[in-house]
Antibody, heavy 122, light 111 residues
Framework: EVHLLESGGGLVQPGGSLRLSCAAS????????LSWVRQAPGRGLEWVST????????YYADSVKGRFTISRDNSKSTLYLQMNSLRAEDTAVYYC???????????????WGQGTRVTVSS | QSALTQPASVSGSPGQSITISCTGT?????????VSWYQQHPGKAPKLMIY???DRPSGVSNRFSGSKSGNTASLTISGLQPEDEADYYC???????????FGGGTKLTVL
């Protein structure tokens, strides 16, 4: 069974940084595009970023562009999200998600991690 | 404000059918068959229920079905059961500078 396990969340002050990790197992990690989706408290889902299989193509929501960096280590089956210049509005649960199909593309997200909570507050 | 528009809430009695709409534009829902639906119970991660407008993942009940007409996609749940009570989100590929857009979510209450 596919497993995605996020870590790295926590409490950080505005302007600070965090690095989220997502350890994956039970699928061919290098063959699937991976994404981060977040959910602010009491709010809906918001797509944050996607990285292609080859690590050559990355995509970001306007709200995080220039502050967040997505990356992957196919040798470790691990996805990352480096978050800099954090703001209060970045407070959310961050989910690591896998695209159902191999190759390039975005949707659908067929497996989700349990999420890691990020709180940006002084 | 979400890119896709969903009703905030819908309700139905056990055994009834309900439909949740998801309205976008020709740049997302209307232009591509890449609409998916996600179910989220409180405190849990979302779960894929429908993908590519109307396909159902293995293990998802055939009481769940999807369709699309123009710029509006729909999720229909037939034979409502208490465990269907959850939040439902639609998502779509978008040709805009944001390639993935979601609806604001619909809270389904099973009366």
């Amino acid at each position: 069974e596919v497993h995605l396990l996020e870590s790295g969340g926590g409490l950080v002050q505005p302007g600070g940084s965090l690095r989220l990790s997502c350890a994956a197992s039970e699928f061919i990690f290098s063959s699937h595009a991976l994404s981060w989706v977040r959910q602010a408290p009491g709010r809906g889902l918001e797509w944050v970023s996607t990285i292609s299989t080859s690590d050559g193509d990355t995509y970001y929501a306007d709200s995080v562009k220039g502050r967040f960096t997505i990356s992957r280590d196919n040798s470790k089956s691990t996805l990352y999200l480096q978050m800099n210049s954090l703001r209060a509005e970045d407070t959310a649960v961050y989910y690591c998600v896998k695209r159902k199909w191999t190759g390039s593309g975005f949707l659908p997200f067929d497996h989700w991690g349990q999420g890691t909570r990020v709180t940006v507050s002084s | 404000q979400s890119a896709l528009t969903q009703p905030a809430s819908v309700s139905g009695s056990p055994g009834q059918s309900i439909t949740i709409s998801c309205t976008g534009t020709s740049s997302d829902v209307g232009g591509y068959n890449y609409v998916s639906w996600y179910q989220q119970h409180p405190g849990k991660a979302p779960k894929l229920m429908i993908y590519d407008v109307s396909d159902r993942p293995s293990g998802v009940s055939n009481r769940f079905s999807g369709s699309k007409s123009g710029n509006t996609a729909s999720l229909t749940i037939s034979g409502l059961q208490p465990e269907d009570e959850a939040d439902y989100y639609c998502g779509s590929y978008s040709a805009s500078n944001t390639p993935v857009v979601f609806g604001g979510g619909t809270k389904l209450t099973v009366l």
